[in-house]
């Protein structure tokens, strides 16, 4: 009896507590203005102003607007290719200051002043890049969709070697980095090639590697 009765209790206790909380959660504490999210929906757009292949772009652009989007719809540099949009292809590498990023990841804004390389920085039709050449040499695509983040990737990571940065299967951290078959395939891991021209890009890039080395 005096069980049940300290149980009533503590019941009772419980739901007023609950009650308690209930309404001061209830009491609406206004956000500061400036964390108040945007109403209307309009785009907000800004200036930036970066270098690609060597010229200076300046752009009025959404806020919202990747660095891929930029390139492609405001530059009308469509050699960078969208595929996933989700950073998961590769299709869309670009070089940033000496590194390789996915465009498609990256808000334009975030890359005021930066240097941009694009695939048509790289080489043009009657001059290739050694890696276009290659890539052309050893048949390293088919539909030819993923060859630009292909070969600014394969630029980056000639780059990388040659910089002696270890990647995630690099063995000996002391030794001079080579680029071997397992490291070729692992620094080009998140290129991907749904034709599956694996082994010929490979090649390719294996032997502009030989050449540089
Ligand atoms: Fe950027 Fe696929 S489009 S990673
Ligand atoms: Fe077609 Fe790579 S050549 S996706």
Do not use: W
Not at 39 to 60: C, I, K, Y
């Amino acid at each position: 009896m005096q069980i049940s009765g300290r149980l009533e209790l503590s019941r009772r206790h419980l739901l007023i507590v609950g009650a308690a909380s209930l309404a001061a959660s209830s009491i609406a504490t206004p956000l500061p203005a400036a964390a108040q999210p945007a109403r209307t929906g309009a785009p907000v757009m800004t200036r930036v102003s970066f270098d690609v292949n060597g010229e200076t772009h300046q752009l009025e652009l959404d806020t919202r607007t990747t660095l891929l989007d930029a390139l492609r719809e405001h530059l009308h540099l469509t050699g960078t290719k969208k595929g996933c949009d989700h950073g998961q292809c590769g299709a869309c590498t670009v070089i940033v200051d000496g590194r390789r990023i996915n465009s498609c990841l990256t808000l334009a804004v975030m890359h005021q002043g930066d240097e941009i390389t694009t695939i048509e920085g790289l080489g043009t039709p009657d001059g290739l890049h050694p890696l276009q050449a290659a890539f052309v040499e050893h048949d390293g695509y088919q539909c030819g969709y993923c060859t630009p983040g292909q070969i600014c990737s394969a630029v980056a990571v000639l780059a990388e070697v040659k910089a002696g940065i270890p990647s995630h299967v690099t063995a000996d951290l002391n030794a001079p980095v080579r680029l071997t078959n397992a490291e070729l395939r692992e620094r080009m891991s998140g290129n991907i090639c749904r034709c599956g021209a694996y082994s010929n890009i490979a090649e390719a890039i294996s032997e502009v590697a030989g050449r540089s080395a």
